[in-house]
């Protein structure tokens, strides 16, 4: 059964999140198609058409695009999904804000972010922040699914020549209006796409001592972050906390710094390629975790650390 | 305006998951359960606009096995004014949980409804979503902050990469994100009321609601342990191993 991939786009770019959707969707059949939901579609198209695999790509039209409502695009979804078996997006808060308002158009049970393909009915999928991994099977005729950009390679580019044909007019509905958006402009990369995360725990002491982790967040490129107690103790903001009830990243290197490691902590990082842990306690739970340790001070140990680099 | 909350009993973010020998499932006996805290943000939230005189009423439901009545005890100690427990056997999937729901809705007629954005249970992330669809109604989703207007919601929402801020017409739905608020604890005067608020009982039934799971559960798995770790002496040490070993600097 065909595969249709809803494209989150960025303009000429794919971003990551769709390339590996289309690496996990040409996984479970050869047959995919891509739909392109963008105002400016034709640049988007045009990258996606380029994608070794991809069979044809769906441009779709109309007013309704701007702003990129779910509640515009769902039924355009809707429309373009017929005749497929399976409907895939990733998983990122655009997909996660647009399929299942699709699914529940569509009567079926979405699955949610999943990070493995066993077969075309059967999924796995992690719960509980990824403390347990599920393996679900579908009953539904159509399955519709988010994935985990993650966990899947990007799909190759270019080399690719798929044909680009219009698709469905989307119409704009008027329950709701876009009004603004506010890109972060820092120079450190986003906490959940960085590629290296430093995130400091209680021991870090105060809002100030974060300075130290600033420091060597500019000299590695890397997102800095907090575990709950940090933020509950108000060094940072809660949009830095990393954990179960915060972002869950999964970083090539994260560097855990006074942090002992709560549950609720570990949650949020415990996949991350190359864990290490810096605490004056070596008790600490975090250093189960983690592939590398450092007992000690952290007021020495980071500034060693920056100028060892 | 009438507010619906809607709460669910999860296992608390504290506890350690294990997970069953059998692969059917993690453990949940003589296990610590507690209000998945987004929906503890969400109760916050219709509390506040309560007291800000906005909400007339905010009514608390949840859906699953009768102990979470006690979920709805909470929320009532929060400050709810009452609640609704529709009774299921087995906590049902996000779209027979938006059915169940959007049932709840077509009683009461809610001016709008507050979820937390997932549980942190099973990671979903569906619910509200699902629920305005059924409903045919905007949604404001992983929301950090809320605007009451004249028969309008401005949502500003966490998005990767920043905020995002739309305008919704009422009636609406809207789903929690962490920094919309910080929830507070109930008081020793909100729990001795709580006992005396009422709790309506409903079944699926009630709402002609096939609550009958899509899913099948093969199994499940604990995720593979990572290999044990190395304590390090010193900074350069680590340096060295981060850029020749693991290349990762």
């Known amino acids: 059964m065909a595969v249709l991939v809803v494209a989150e786009t960025d303009g000429a770019n794919l971003p990551r999140g769709t390339l590996a959707t289309i690496t996990a969707a040409l996984a479970i059949d050869p047959e995919v198609d891509v739909l392109v939901l963008d105002e400016q579609g034709d640049e988007a198209s045009g990258a996606a058409s380029g994608i070794v695999g991809v069979r044809s790509v769906i441009k779709a039209g109309g007013p309704g695009l701007a702003g990129n409502l779910a509640e515009n695009l769902a039924p355009a979804v809707v429309e373009a999904a017929r005749n497929y078996g399976y409907v895939l997006a990733p998983a990122g808060t655009w997909g996660k804000n647009l399929m299942p308002r699709v699914a529940a158009m569509l009567d079926v049970q979405q699955i949610s972010d999943i990070t493995e393909i066993v077969d075309g009915d059967t999924f796995i999928r992690p719960i509980y922040a990824g403390n347990a991994l599920a393996t679900v099977r579908s009953r539904d005729p159509v399955k519709v699914i988010t994935v985990r950009g993650t966990a899947f390679a990007v799909a190759e580019a270019p080399g690719g020549s798929a044909a680009i044909t219009a698709g469905p007019e989307v119409a704009a509905h008027d329950i709701a209006r876009f009004v603004k958006r506010e890109l972060s402009q820092s120079d450190r990369p986003e906490l959940a796409a960085a590629r290296i995360v430093i995130s400091g725990g209680r021991g870090m002491g105060s809002g100030e001592n974060f300075q130290l982790l600033d420091q060597l967040a500019d000299k590695l490129g890397a997102a800095v972050g907090a575990s709950r107690a940090a933020v509950d103790a108000g060094y940072v903001p809660n949009d830095f906390q990393v954990g179960q009830t915060g972002k869950v990243v999964a970083p090539e290197l994260y560097i855990a710094v006074g942090i002992s490691g709560a549950i609720q902590h570990l949650a949020g990082m415990k996949d991350s390629k190359v864990i290490v842990a810096i605490n004056k306690d070596q008790e600490a739970p975090i250093f189960q975790v983690a592939d590398y340790g450092l007992v000690g001070d952290l007021f020495k140990i980071v500034p060693e650390i920056a100028d060892a680099l | ?249």
């Open chain 2, 1 to 249: 305006m009438k507010i619906l909350v809607a709460v669910k009993r999860v296992i608390d973010y504290n506890v350690r998951i294990r997970v069953l020998p059998d692969g059917s499932g993690v453990e949940t006996d003589n296990v610590k359960m507690s209000m998945n805290p987004f929906d503890e943000i969400a109760v916050e939230e219709a509390i506040r606009l309560k007291e800000a005189g906005t909400a007339s009423e905010v009514v608390a439901v949840s859906i699953g096995p009768a102990r979470s009545q006690e979920t709805i005890r909470t929320a009532l100690a929060f400050g709810c004014d009452r609640g609704i427990h529709v009774q299921t056997e087995q906590p049902p999937e996000p779209l027979a949980v938006a059915k169940l729901l959007a049932g709840v809705v077509a009683a009461e007629e809610p001016g709008l409804v507050i979820l937390g954005k997932q549980a942190i249970d099973d990671d979903s992330n569906q619910t509200g979503q699902m629920l305005a669809a059924l409903l045919g109604w905007p949604q404001g989703t992983f929301a950090s902050e809320l605007v009451i207007g004249d028969g309008v919601f401005d949502v500003t929402r966490e998005i990767d990469g920043g905020l995002e801020t739309i305008s919704i017409n009422a009636p609406a739905i809207v789903t929690t994100d962490l920094r919309l608020n910080e929830p507070r604890y109930p008081s020793l005067p909100g729990i001795m009321k709580a006992k005396s608020k009422p709790i309506e009982a409903k079944t699926p039934a009630d709402y002609s609601v096939d609550v009958a799971p899509r899913l099948e559960t093969v199994t499940v798995a604990e995720p593979p342990p990572r290999p044990p770790g190395r304590m390090l002496e010193s900074a350069t040490e680590l340096v060295q191993i981060l850029r020749e070993e693991k290349g990762v600097l």
